[in-house]
């Protein structure tokens, strides 16, 4: 289909043809000719009217095309751009939950891990109980021994409460300093309240799990000495032959005078308890001894200070004495103890001022 102005083109061909074809018949009549030139000037008009018309309604229908254009554009790039913000928008969304999803995924492949692991400790620890119950117990209690000495290194008035289970622990070597700065702490305290029951309370835990290192000890000796009756009178039995022979050590380390001293008072305390004629007791005092002369000393001591008063355990003391050290199988030691004791005396003598 030809468009408008094609059909105005066409038109005016065919009136330009009619028009030549017309001109040919004007001769043949003035009034044919005058008749048809107006009509084809009228129509010639018409035409250029109707052409203008058309193509003012061209002009203005290519003006809506283009305004409908250009806003059809306008609503394109208004589009495009916020397809573009939410695309951006949704891609960072997608990216974000990406992130959660690959994080859940780690988180969830971590708990797994963990979870295996757990499983695995447990079965470790069910095994563990099983088949060494002992070494776990030992172990709650050794974690229930270093609270209470960290205690008592804050509080050690509380001895008097916690002092029980530290009696019937085990405590080893690394807990001596512990005890020693609580007892200090404590010894301290005592002599500002003017009571000493605490004092002799942790006296008692050094003599019974510690008796060589307390006894050696420069801090601790003269305490330890000044409660050796109550600690005595409170200790059993197998802890008093256990410990009896390790402060003896500590003590025969001593310069003689020293040494007989504190030998002396181990047996002063031990003579006013229900030991005192414990014939086991007195076997292990005298054993610890360790040496002839070192009983000889302290037969003449206790010769000294205690037989003019009858005392049955000094004299069983110095029985016991006669029958470790006195009795001898060669020749040179069937001497009297009591007449050994009196050649002796001078090779004391001569020791002392030696020492001294």
Known sequence: MLSA????????????????????QIGKGTNQHDTTYLAVKKEVSELRSAFATQKA????????????????????????????????LLGGY???????????????EQARANAESAARRSEQVKDWIEND?????????????ENILKRLQDRPEDI?????????????????????????????????LHDHTSTGVFASLMFQHFPYK?????DLEDIILGY???????????????SIPEALRAYLALPAESMHQRVVQIWAGLRQTRYSRDADVIRIFCAGLQTK???????????????????????QLIEEIKSTYGDSHTASDILDIGAEIDLLEEAIQIQDKAAS
């Open 133 to 145: 119950i002992d070494k776990i117990y030992n172990s709650i209690k050794r974690a229930e021994i």
């Open 228 to 242: 050796i009756i109550p600690i005595f009178r409170n200790c059993f039995k197998v802890d008093l032959c256990t």
């Open 293 to 315: 002369y070192n009983a000889l000393r302290i037969y003449k001591i206790l010769k000294e200070n205690y037989l003019h008063v009858d005392d049955r355990a000094a004299l």
């Open 94 to 108: 997608v990216s974000k939950q990406t992130d959660k999803i690959m994080s859940m995924a780690s988180m969830a």
């Open 57 to 88: 309604l061209d002009d203005a229908h290519h003006e809506r095309i283009q305004d409908i254009v250009a806003l059809n554009g306008y609503f394109f790039a208004g589009a495009g751009l916020f397809l573009a913000i939410i695309g951006l």
């Open 214 to 218: 307390s006894s050696s000890d420069r």
């Open 160 to 192: 008097n409460n916690l002092g029980a289970q530290l009696f019937a622990a085990n405590l080893t070597q690394q807990d001596y300093l512990m005890l020693k700065v609580a007892m200090l702490n404590q010894v301290s305290r005592d002599a500002q």
């Open 5 to 24: 102005p094609a059909s105005i083109l066409t038109v005016l061909l065919f009136l330009t043809l009619t028009f030549g074809v017309s001109a040919q």
